[in-house]
Antibody, heavy 120, light 111 residues
Framework: EVQLVESGGGQVKPGGSLRLSCSAS????????INWVRQAPGKGLEWVSS????????YYADSVSGRFTISRDNVKNSVFLQMNSLRAEDTAVYFC?????????????WGQGTLVAVSS | QTVVTQEPSLTVSPGGTVTLTCASS?????????PSWFQQKPGQAPKALIY???FTHSWTPARFSGSLLGGKAALTLSRVQPEDEADYYC???????????FGSGTKVTVL
């Protein structure tokens, strides 16, 4: 079964740091880009960051650029999101999801998400 | 800042048809934006329905279809079922896939 599982969420104070993990199984991990997408309580989806299949390229939304760092370990089939200088507005459920280009971009499988709460 | 806009809410009767649209502040949406559509029910992760404008996943019910309509991406739900009540989001790719932007979301009510 193709699966993505997030972990590492929790409560943190403003200015603090947190590291999220996304663990993959059931597919050839190194064939896919991995994205982080977040959803603030009661709000819509926001793309946060993505990393290419072998980690060569990383991209970030303006709202997190300079504070968040995405990385991956293709031996451990995992992607990580290091979040620094956290703000209240970073409070959200964070999902990881895969995509790849095959005659067009295909963004298909999502994890169940992990909750990050930034509060004093 | 790029904004992708959807109808905030739509209501449809069971068995009816409804079309959701996805517009970009940068101009007309074309195939080169690789529009995707996702369904999200309360408390659940989003589920992919459509990719690359009109292609369906193996799990996508046949009543869901994607297209381009008047400079926007579109998702059409035909023969709507009660279980189709959900939030729907589009996703567009920008700058050679260096940026991805989700639409504002449409809440579909089946009534």
């Amino acid at each position: 079964e193709v699966q993505l599982v997030e972990s590492g969420g929790g409560q943190v104070k403003p200015g603090g740091s947190l590291r999220l993990s996304c663990s993959a199984s059931g597919f050839t991990f190194s064939d896919y880009n991995i994205n982080w997408v977040r959803q603030a309580p009661g709000k819509g989806l926001e793309w946060v960051s993505s990393i290419s299949s072998v980690g060569t390229y990383t991209y970030y939304a303006d709202s997190v650029s300079g504070r968040f760092t995405i990385s991956r370990d293709n031996v451990k089939n995992s992607v990580f999101l290091q979040m620094n200088s956290l703000r209240a507005e970073d409070t959200a459920v964070y999902f990881c999801a895969r995509d790849r280009y095959s005659s067009g971009w295909n963004f298909d499988v999502w994890g169940q998400g992990t909750l990050v709460a930034v509060s004093s | 800042q790029t904004v992708v806009t959807q109808e905030p809410s739509l209501t449809v009767s069971p068995g009816g048809t409804v079309t959701l649209t996805c517009a970009s502040s940068t101009g007309a949406v074309t195939r080169d934006f690789y529009p995707s559509w996702f369904q999200q029910k309360p408390g659940q992760a989003p589920k992919a329905l459509i990719y690359n404008t009109k292609f369906t996943h193996s799990w996508t019910p046949a009543r869901f279809s994607g297209s381009l309509l008047g400079g926007k991406a579109a998702l059409t739900l035909s023969r709507v079922q009660p279980e189709d009540e959900a939030d729907y989001y589009c996703l567009l790719y920008f700058d050679g896939a260096q940026r991805k932007v989700f639409g504002s979301g449409t809440k579909v009510t089946v009534l």
